[in-house]
């Protein structure tokens, strides 16, 4: 079956210590997003990659990082200058930037700071 | 600045009758919108979208209105069921944007057995 996979579904951080969120997809497309969802907040951008070794700043970046290497993956650093981590964090991906397509998501991962 | 809003963020329904969510945007260059469903510590799920070119959309029991003049569109579910109760947001995208797109608050939508 065809999907993405976001990996741990719950992750917690020690202050001052950098963590990474795993997002792989098999649906063969293009561009992949990060967004952070706060409660009674929509969805806010990270970063996005339209292809491989590319990506964009979306609105809210500082603090974080990603990386793309590999079509199918794209990880998400969250660091110790994220100053206020705690969220829920959604991947998505969709064919590409020149499509009126559908982003696809993942089922998110937890992040909270112990 | 938000440019995508859901102003209402809860709505209950009766089951069997139309549930009605609606959205307003700002940007008068999206030219793409879509509704997402998102039940709790899941991923949200695809439903319908339409483009600028339409003014409306139908999928069995959704419908999405576009009205471009007054920047709003709405989704409309009928009839209603339990199984609908979740949480409903609305997003748009523009070409010249990358395909980005912009995501409202979310309305809450309980069904009522």
């Known amino acids: 079956d065809g999907g993405i996979t976001q990996s741990p579904k719950y992750l917690f951080r020690k202050e001052g210590q950098n963590v990474t969120l795993s997002c792989e997809q098999n649906l063969n497309h293009d561009a992949m997003y990060w967004y952070r969802q706060d409660p009674g907040q929509g969805l806010r951008l990270i970063y996005y990659s339209q292809i491989v070794n590319d990506f964009q700043k979306g609105d809210i970046a500082e603090g974080y990082s990603v990386s793309r290497e590999k079509k199918e993956s794209f990880p998400l650093t969250v660091t110790s200058a994220q100053k206020n981590p705690t969220a829920f964090y959604l991947c998505?991906?969709?064919?590409?930037?020149?499509?009126?397509?559908?982003?696809?998501f993942g089922d998110g991962t937890r992040l909270s700071i112990l | 600045d938000q440019q995508v809003k859901q102003n209402s963020p809860s709505l209950s329904v009766q089951e069997g009758r139309i549930s009605i969510l609606n959205c307003d945007y700002t940007?008068?260059?999206?030219?793409?919108f879509l509704w997402y469903k998102k039940y709790p510590a899941e991923g949200p799920t695809f439903l319908i979208s339409i483009s600028s070119i339409k003014d409306k959309n139908e999928d069995g029991r959704f419908t999405v209105f576009l009205n471009k003049s007054a920047k709003h569109l709405s989704l409309h579910i009928v009839p209603s069921q339990p199984g609908d109760s979740a949480v409903y947001f609305c997003?748009?995208?523009?070409?010249?944007?990358?395909?980005?797109?912009?995501f409202g608050t979310g309305t809450s939508l309980t069904v009522i057995p």
């Open positions: 940007n008068s260059m999206f030219d793409y």
């Open positions: 998505a991906s969709s064919r590409g930037k020149d499509s009126n397509q559908p982003q696809h």
């Open positions: 997003a748009a995208s523009a070409r010249n944007t990358g395909n980005q797109f912009y």
